[in-house]
C-alpha cells in the first residue's frame, strides 16, 4: 500500500543540492533543481554509499566514493561503476512541505 | 615524529591475492566495503570544493600535448644522434609518467565537468600508460573501496615483505609493461583471471576485449613501421617511453602508501601527503595530496591544495619533500624485508580527532 510521507520542509534543500531523509529503516534522497523537487533511493547501487554527501550537477547526482553517476529524475545510471539504476520515488510540495510516496 | 611499529598478531607471509582467504575473512570481520573516517568539513564548504570546471584540465592538458608533440618532433628531427637524448627524456616522462595521473583523474571523472573530455583523454592516457580502461576502472574502484586491505586492494604497490627488486625495475617499466602487454594479449583473446573476474562485472566484461584488440592493431602498426623504414623511432614515439619515462610516476606512486599500515579503516593511516615540487605536482596533478584524494575523491585534482588547508589540523604532518617521504619509505621496507609485521604508524596533531578503530579478527 502506497503512503505518502512528510520527508521535509521545500527550503531545507538549497538549489542544486540533495538532502538525506531516513524513515522506517529506509534511507532516501531528496534533490531540489529550479524549484522542482526529486526523489531516489539514499543508496549508490553500487557500493551503497550514502548519496546525499555526493554532488548534485544539473540533473545528475555524483557518488561521493567512485563517483559514478545517476540522472535522479529517471534513476538512470549513467556508466561505470554504477551499472543499476537507481529506485525514484514520486514526490509533492503541500504547504511548503515536501512529501514522497513510499510503495 | 611517527611510530614504527610491529604487529605480531599478523601471520606472514600473507596471501594478498583477490581469491584467497583474507577476502572471505575481510568481509566477514567488517573491513570489505566499509564505512571509512572523513574529516568534518561543512556541506557548503565541500560544495565549492567539489565543484567541476573544464579551465584548469583543458590548459594542462594542451600543455600536456603541447609538449608532447614539441618534444617528440625535435626528437624526432634530431634521431639518431646523442642531441636527441633531452627531448625523448622529457617526452619520456610526459607519455609514461604524465599519463599515469591523467589515466587516474579522468577515470574518476573529476578532471573536466564535460564528461566526453574526460572519456577521451581517460582513453588516451590509458593506451600510453598500458592500463586496459575498463580492467584499471574497476580495480582502482576497489581501491576506494578497501584500499590497502589484504585479500581486497588489487592496487597494493608493495606487499609485504615488499619486493625492492621488482619497483626498482620498474623505474624503467621493465615488469610492468611487459606484464601489461601480456595481458593486453590475452585480453585480446578474450580471457580473464580469477582476481579480475572478482571485480569486473560480468556485463563490463566484452568492452575489456574490444579494447585490448584496437590497441594490439596500434602496436603491431608501430612495430610494422619500425620494420618498414629500418628504425626504431616509431616505437620511441609509441609504446618505449612507457619504459624510458616511467620513473617519475613510480617515484611519486611508491609515497602513496607504502610503509603504512594495513588493513585499517582511516585512510590517515595508510596515505602519505606529501609536498613536491611544482613540475612533479603538474606532471603527478597534485596526487601528492593523497590522504586528501582518499578521504574525499569527488574533489578535483586542482582544488586539492584547498581541501589540504581545511583537513590540515585533523592530520598526521605532511612530508616535507620528496626526500622526507623516502628517508621513512627506504628504511622501512629494508626492515620488512626481515620483519614483514613493521610499519609506520602516523601521528595525529592534538587538534585532530582520534583514528577509527578497526575491526580485527578473532585468533
Given at each position: 500500500m502506497a503512503e505518502w510521507i512528510r520527508a521535509c520542509a521545500t527550503d531545507d534543500i538549497e538549489d542544486e543540492d540533495v538532502i538525506r531523509f531516513d524513515h522506517a529503516g529506509q534511507t532516501f534522497a531528496l534533490y531540489r533543481k529550479d524549484d522542482q523537487f526529486y526523489a531516489t533511493a539514499?543508496?549508490?547501487?553500487?557500493?551503497?554509499?550514502?548519496?546525499?554527501?555526493g554532488l548534485v550537477m544539473d540533473y545528475v547526482i555524483e557518488c561521493p566514493k567512485h563517483n559514478g553517476r545517476f540522472d535522479y529524475r529517471t534513476g538512470a545510471a549513467k556508466g561505470a561503476p554504477v551499472c543499476i539504476n537507481l529506485k525514484t520515488y514520486p514526490v509533492k510540495i503541500d504547504g511548503g512541505d515536501l512529501y514522497i510516496e513510499i510503495g | 615524529m611517527n611510530e614504527h611499529v610491529s604487529n605480531p598478531s599478523v601471520h606472514f607471509p600473507r596471501d594478498y591475492s583477490l581469491t584467497g582467504p583474507l577476502n572471505q575473512q575481510a568481509v566477514e570481520i567488517g573491513l570489505a566495503n566499509a564505512e571509512w573516517y572523513k574529516t568534518e568539513i561543512p556541506r557548503a564548504r565541500m560544495k565549492e570544493l567539489m565543484k567541476r570546471s573544464d579551465g584548469p584540465a583543458t590548459r594542462d592538458t594542451l600543455l600536456w600535448f603541447g609538449l608532447m608533440i614539441l618534444t617528440a618532433a625535435i626528437g624526432s628531427y634530431l634521431w639518431p644522434s646523442l642531441w636527441c637524448a633531452p627531448f625523448f627524456a622529457v617526452y619520456g616522462v610526459l607519455y609514461g609518467s604524465a599519463s599515469d595521473s591523467r589515466w587516474h583523474e579522468c577515470g574518476h571523472g573529476t578532471a573536466f565537468k564535460t564528461p566526453w573530455k574526460n572519456d577521451a583523454v581517460y582513453q588516451i592516457a590509458c593506451f600510453m600508460i598500458a592500463r586496459n580502461p575498463v580492467v584499471w576502472r574497476w580495480s582502482h574502484s576497489r581501491h576506494h573501496t578497501d584500499t590497502i586491505i589484504v585479500g581486497r586492494d588489487p592496487e597494493i604497490a608493495a606487499m609485504r615483505p615488499p619486493d625492492i627488486f621488482r619497483l626498482a625495475l620498474n623505474l624503467f617499466g621493465l615488469i610492468d609493461f611487459p606484464v601489461a602487454l601480456m595481458a593486453m594479449l590475452r585480453y585480446s583473446a578474450g580471457l580473464l583471471n580469477k582476481d579480475e573476474k572478482d571485480y569486473i562485472p560480468e556485463s563490463e566484461q566484452s568492452k575489456v576485449f574490444k579494447v585490448a584488440r584496437i590497441w594490439t592493431v596500434i602496436y603491431a602498426f608501430a612495430v610494422a613501421a619500425c620494420f618498414y623504414w629500418g628504425t626504431v623511432l616509431p616505437l620511441m614515439i609509441i609504446g618505449l617511453p612507457r619504459l624510458y619515462g616511467a620513473w617519475h610516476h613510480i617515484v611519486c606512486g611508491v609515497t602513496q602508501h607504502v610503509g603504512l599500515a594495513e588493513d585499517v579503516l582511516d585512510h590517515r593511516l595508510n596515505c602519505r601527503t606529501v609536498y613536491m615540487n611544482p613540475f612533479s605536482r603538474f606532471i603527478y596533478w597534485n596526487m601528492n595530496y593523497h590522504v586528501e584524494h582518499h578521504m574525499f575523491p569527488m574533489v578535483p585534482y586542482h582544488a586539492l591544495p584547498e581541501l589540504h588547508k581545511e583537513m590540515l589540523a585533523d592530520c598526521p604532518k605532511p612530508y616535507s619533500s620528496f626526500a622526507d617521504a623516502y628517508s621513512e619509505i627506504l628504511p622501512t621496507m629494508i626492515k620488512q624485508l626481515r620483519d614483514p609485521t613493521y610499519f609506520v604508524h602516523r601521528e595525529l596533531p592534538p587538534t585532530a580527532h582520534p583514528f577509527k578503530p578497526a575491526p580485527v579478527p578473532a585468533h
Open positions: 539514499g543508496l549508490c547501487t553500487h557500493e551503497k554509499v550514502h548519496l546525499a554527501d | -
